[in-house]
């Protein structure tokens, strides 16, 4: 033990082992930071789409919630408030109008906010204490369709409520489409006194939940078997699918560059072991002699790693935590909400990262150093032994367990693994050739170049290494440059400064020419109108859908609902044709909604609307952008089968923050329209990308920065060879420009081939990545190719040449005496 622990000093000192301890805390300082960060944005993710539906969980009914579900969540000291949603008449003195009412508890809301003004059409303040016993929040839309102010009464079936402010945002109806009519807010209280809810009267009741994420569990795990066909149990993701997919995409994206960081760790550790190699040779060889067993090696060397491996976890965990804290705090002013607290729980991947990387490359080359003869430190240049791919292959099997440990799945690190062993073919074929080819036209070599051309054939199985690591470390870096320019790009065309945030519905004919002259007037941007009519899926090939899924069991969205049904005469904007003829007399069909009920192009589909069935064949398959914000439909008919039933219009337009107030007033002259406003939701998914674009950016400074330092240790394992190598060019007579320049050639050669194949890597990577990973549509990235060529050589070129700058200072005697 002390002695192990005296050689481990010495190493130390002399700096053998420091490139193995800095890799080592690299590897797991990068995995811990990123993993710590990740978390912490999905909590804040989660968090913020929780203050969306008021809670962190919730149960909508169709029924009554029993009493003891809400004694349950009391036991499991959840906090807990009921919302009851229904549509009533709102009447103030001769004046009424249909209304979207909440009677909500007084613990309402457990997440999120009410904004509330005294003011018509006013921006709100906050306030998280709902309206007391015997008042009403009414919107200012039902306000002004009412002609009532604060302090006035209205009736709410038989009761009379005081009206104490105008409601702005009610934090549980961003994206509930049920909620058109204009809204109201009161206490659950007064709701037994109105006697507006009978038997038979459409309501929605709502059980919302908030507490620790274990005993939320706990009480799903409790309620799930006792849901019954008309409840359903509700996340935040859940609750809106724009967000769920942005946070989905999110994650993958963090996930990757999890991924490329293990890959970087890997690398690292693989090319210190292969270093602290090279370096304890003539010390193994002297212990033999000495008469040391390989039992005692193994215990030597055992105590040594053990102790770096607590040394280096330590170390890079507290690195970890501190580069995530310091992220953070550098985004602290962008983000909404403050970021929670990191959850211990999370340190165990940098430690699974270290563990599985001494394990996977630093003990089969402990083994490889203890089967070393004594006599093989007498050979002037130590020889590679046959099982070093074997090695490096277990190395990669090791990293490649890590990594699906880590993303929780095989498709990312799938893609990354095929995108590298095809890349190291590449290299090896491509390095190869070139190499060679090199070597042929450099014979009797005596310039700068000539001599830097033949030294990459010369240390052939070195340099294809190097140009390997090389390959790999720029193509990482590319492929994290083109995933963050293509995906917030593509995000951020999905949602336009001026995306629709309102939509209009139950417009009728006559109305639409008048709402298109107040837009205009207003320069209120406008989507296309569209007719809607309600219909429901009966059968599909002649089979009636309670055959196909008796008591509604597996039954997909298609089937399980009345559907909003439209003509149109061409595609509109976010649809895109995928198969078929769009303008063939036929349904056209949503591609998502076509694969979850296994339909195909030539279907038929049988839709009761109004009474009277209509079955059409599937003519085309369309791909529908959901997050465009535009009128968007399942199904779409033939004009000539919709056209004889009464139709209601909808559309969708933006109103900005200046025109809000004018754009209310002047829609209160039609109080039969209904407008949902999503400006909340639209919001939300802003800030998320907007927080998720400088987070990729910190992430990729961090990703770089430990592919920069992996560059140097590779450039580093070759040093002593080519320090020896300039060192006899100088003592025949060679002048340093000579040297220097078949440096750079060399390294300049280096740099170009692998920046060139890493941008054919990239390329082919992104592709799977984007079609794949992130459901987007496939796109060239020319700026990869120009990129990835220029880094190679510049950034190659610098490092190797000032690590190699010492042949150029120190007298090539000095530099001979060391070897």
């Known amino acids: 033990m002390r002695f192990a622990l005296r050689l481990l000093l010495r190493d130390l000192r002399s700096g053998d082992i420091l490139t193995l301890i800095i890799a080592l805390i690299i590897s797991v300082s990068t995995v811990t930071a990123i993993s710590l960060f990740i978390d912490r944005l999905q909590l804040s993710f989660e968090k913020e789409s929780a203050s969306l539906m008021a809670a962190d969980r919730m149960i909508r009914s169709d029924d009554e919630i029993p009493q003891h579900w809400q004694q349950k969540a009391r036991e499991l000291s959840l906090q807990h408030a009921e919302n009851i949603a229904f549509r009533t008449m709102v009447f103030a003195g001769e004046a009424l109008q249909l209304g979207q009412l909440s009677a909500v508890t007084d613990s309402y809301p457990l997440r999120g906010s009410f904004l509330v003004d005294t003011t018509l059409f006013g921006a709100g303040k906050t306030t998280v204490s709902p309206p007391q016993q015997g008042q009403i929040w009414v919107s200012s839309r039902l306000a002004s369709l009412l002609n009532i102010s604060i302090g006035e009464q209205v009736d709410v079936g038989e009761t009379k409520l005081t009206v104490s402010g105008f409601l702005v945002r009610d934090p549980g109806s961003t994206s509930s489409a049920f909620a058109v009519s204009p809204r109201a807010v009161m206490n659950l209280a007064d709701l037994a006194a109105t006697g507006v809810i009978i038997p038979g009267s459409r309501v929605r009741y709502s059980l919302l939940l908030a507490g620790s994420n274990e005993a939320l569990d706990a009480y799903q795990n409790w309620v799930t078997p006792q849901l019954n066909d008309g409840q359903r149990w509700r996340t935040p993701v859940q609750k809106g699918e724009r967000i769920g997919d942005t946070i989905h995409k999110a994650q993958s994206f963090l996930l990757l560059a999890g991924t490329l960081a293990v890959i970087l760790s890997g690398i690292a550790i693989a090319l210190a072991s292969s270093r602290f190699v090279k370096r304890h040779l003539m010390q193994v060889a002297v212990l033999k002699t000495l008469g040391a067993t390989p039992g005692g090696l193994v215990k030597l060397f055992s105590i ?473 549509q496939a796109s060239w990235h020319p700026l990869l190719w120009g990129l990835g060529p220029l880094i190679g050589i510049v950034i190659i070129c610098a490092i190797g040449i000032s690590a190699s700058r010492t042949v150029l200072k120190v007298p090539p005697m000095h530099l001979l005496r060391e070897f």
């Open 304 to 776: 040594q790693f053990l102790v770096l491996f607590v040394f280096g976890i330590v170390f890079g965990l507290a690195m970890g935590w501190l580069i995530q804290g310091l992220i953070s705090s550098l985004l602290s002013d962008l983000m909404s909400t403050a970021l929670p607290e990191p959850s211990i729980n999370r340190l165990w991947l940098g430690v699974a990262t270290g563990f599985v990387s001494m394990l996977a490359f630093c003990l089969p080359m402990m083994q490889r150093l203890i089967k070393i003869s004594p006599m093989s430190v007498l050979q002037p240049a130590l020889k590679l032994e046959q099982n070093t791919l074997l090695i490096y292959s277990l190395g990669f099997i090791g990293m490649y367990a890590l990594m699906c440990l880590y993303t929780e799945g095989f498709l990312l690190p799938s893609i990354m693994t095929l995108a590298i062993v095809g890349i190291g073919l590449t290299v090896s074929l491509v390095g190869f050739g070139v190499f060679r080819l090199g070597r042929s036209l450099t014979s009797g070599a005596t310039s700068g170049w000539q001599i830097g051309l033949a030294s990459l054939y010369r240390r052939l199985v070195p340099n294809l290494f190097q140009l390997l690591v090389f390959t790999l470390i720029i193509m990482l870096g590319l492929i994290l440059v083109g995933v963050k320019t293509s995906l917030i790009s593509d995000w951020q065309q999905q949602l336009p400064a001026n995306a629709p945030n309102h939509y209009l519905f139950n417009v009728q004919t006559h109305q639409i020419e008048a709402i298109n002259q107040l837009s205009n007037e207003l320069k209120v941007p406008r989507s296309d109108w569209y007719p809607m009519i309600r219909g429901r899926v009966v059968a599909v090939n002649d089979t009636p859908i309670q055959t196909l899924y008796p008591e509604g069991q597996g039954e997909p969205e298609l089937y399980e609902r009345e559907l909003n049904l439209t003509w149109s005469d061409s595609l509109s904007r976010g649809n895109k044709l995928v198969s078929g003829d769009f303008t063939a007399n036929g349904l056209s069909i949503e591609q998502t909604v076509a694969e979850e009920a296994g339909l195909n192009l030539g279907d038929e589909l049988a839709i009761n609307i109004g009474g009277n069935p209509v079955t059409l064949p599937i003519t085309s398959i369309r791909l529908v952008d959901w997050g465009s914000m535009q009128p968007n439909f399942y199904l779409i008919l033939p004009k000539a089968t919709l056209q004889d039933y009464t139709a209601n219009f909808v559309s969708s337009v933006f109103v900005s923050d200046a025109d809000a107030q004018a754009f209310y007033q002047k829609m209160a002259q039609f109080p039969t329209v209904s407008m949902l406003n999503v400006g909340e939701l639209l919001k939300q998914i802003q800030t998320v990308i907007s927080q998720l674009s400088q987070a990729i950016q910190l992430v990729l400074i961090c990703i770089l920065s430990a592919g920069a330092l992996v560059l140097l240790a590779s450039v580093r394992a070759t040093l002593e060879e080519r320090l020896e190598e300039g060192a006899l060019l100088r003592v025949l007579g060679a002048r340093k420009a000579l040297v220097q320049q078949s440096l750079f050639v060399e390294f300049g050669a280096l740099g170009l081939f692998s920046g060139l194949i890493a941008a054919a890597g990239a390329e082919a990577c992104l592709y799977g990545l984007q079609v794949f990973v992130f459901n987007a």
